[in-house]
């Protein structure tokens, strides 16, 4: 292909999601407001309650060059419930894309549901 005809070619644009959007999405999928990034002190949390935090990243690139960068969350579902609905609707997300469950553990008698996203 002649160098002189690249420019006619449309570039994919990549739009990127922030954090807020994230933080948004799952609180339409918990159905309250009960989602933090920072995790306020345990004793003002009611259940259940999503707890996020920033992860590594992934990262694409074509000739040694970035072109696309998603940020990797960890999601933690905190429950009373053992058999919470919100398990599924997290793991069978469309909107999360491909969130991965990662493990789950008891502490103080509160399920605790890990999963992985990028985002």
């Not at 922030?18 to 933080?23: A, F, I, N, S, V």
């Not at 159905?31 to 996020?52: E, H, L, T």
């Amino acid at each position: 292909m002649d160098q002189n005809l690249f420019h006619l070619i449309p570039r994919k644009v990549t739009i990127m999601r922030t954090r807020e959007d994230l933080q948004d999405e799952l609180e339409r999928m918990l159905g309250n407001k009960r989602v933090y990034f920072q995790r306020p002190s345990s004793n003002k949390i009611s259940y259940p309650a999503i707890v996020y935090s920033l992860g590594s990243g992934e990262t694409k690139f074509a000739d040694d060059r970035p072109y696309l960068h998603k940020k990797r969350y960890q999601i933690t579902l905190l429950t009373l419930d053992p058999d919470d609905e919100m398990i599924d609707k997290i793991t069978m997300s469309v909107e999360l894309q491909r969130p991965e469950f990662n493990n789950h553990f008891i502490s103080d008698n509160i399920h605790h549901y890990v999963f992985n996203l990028y985002y």
